[in-house]
């Protein structure tokens, strides 16, 4: 089973596990509707900066029903581990692209 494990989540091939402090969330994969992710570039970071609130670097897990009180969760990670993620998590994600 491929996973992949960082510093505040786990990545399994059927969920997303966020560590907190006091419980993990646990994400099942039919409950994410989509991840966006910009890799952090320069351009990203000046093409992001005006306007939008989401930031380089991050992963935004959006929801399709609320899951611990939340429809959306943020999460830092390097864009080498995204490329390390199990294949069913990765085809989720939308990557940013600055149309130039």
Do not use: H, W
Request: proline share 3%; aromatic share 14%.
């Amino acid at each position: 089973m491929e996973e992949l494990e960082i510093k505040k989540a786990k990545f399994t091939s059927n969920q997303i596990i966020i560590k907190k402090r006091r419980m993990d969330i646990i994400i099942p994969l039919d409950k994410i509707e989509k991840i966006f992710y910009a890799k952090e570039t320069f351009r990203n970071s000046i093409s992001l900066g005006f306007g939008d609130v989401r930031c380089p670097g991050f992963a935004y897990i959006y929801l399709n029903e609320k899951i611990g009180r939340r429809k959306m969760y943020c999460l830092y990670i390097t864009y080498e581990n995204i490329l390390k993620l199990p294949k069913n998590i990765f085809n989720k994600i939308e990557f940013f692209n600055t149309g130039l």
